[in-house]
């Protein structure tokens, strides 16, 4: 099982969502921990092939989507979470488009952090064993 990185207001946003919406992108979540991918969960398409997921969720005529990444090891960072304003047309606003820029940033420096952190505690303890 993957462990789980919020990242920013992600987990606040995704929490301020209807009931519904959060069950249905948790569940999308923990089947990302799981190695799967949720019926809802689609690559974001300005990201090809980079392992960024969108979770796509339709409440009451709202919709709230939730998009995560894959691509770094046993982990799955959740990079934003938001409510679409737009009535009109399916794609992701560019301002939403650049948080989930900035935070993949951020997830690859945490992610290479852990690695430094993981590889520091092996050495000690090979030097102290």
Same mark, same amino acid.
């Given at each position: ?11 606040? #946003? ?25 019926? #809802? ?16 969720? #339709?409440? #009451? ?69």
């Amino acid at each position: 099982m993957k462990n789980t990185v919020f990242l920013g207001t992600s987990k606040d #946003n995704i929490l301020d969502f209807p009931v519904e919406v959060r069950k249905e992108i948790g569940f999308a979540i923990y089947t990302a921990q799981g190695g799967g991918k949720a019926i #809802n969960a689609t690559p974001l398409i300005c990201f090809k092939g980079s392992g960024v997921v969108e979770i796509i969720s #339709n409440h #009451n005529g709202d919709t709230f989507r939730s998009v995560y990444t894959t691509r770094f090891g046993n982990m799955v960072y959740v990079l934003h979470a938001f409510q679409k304003k737009s009535k009109s047309g399916v794609a992701t606003p560019p301002k939403e488009l650049e948080m989930v820029r900035r935070r993949l940033k951020q997830a690859e420096i945490h992610y290479i952090e852990e690695l430094k952190k993981e590889a520091e505690t092996k050495n000690g303890r090979q030097q102290t064993g």
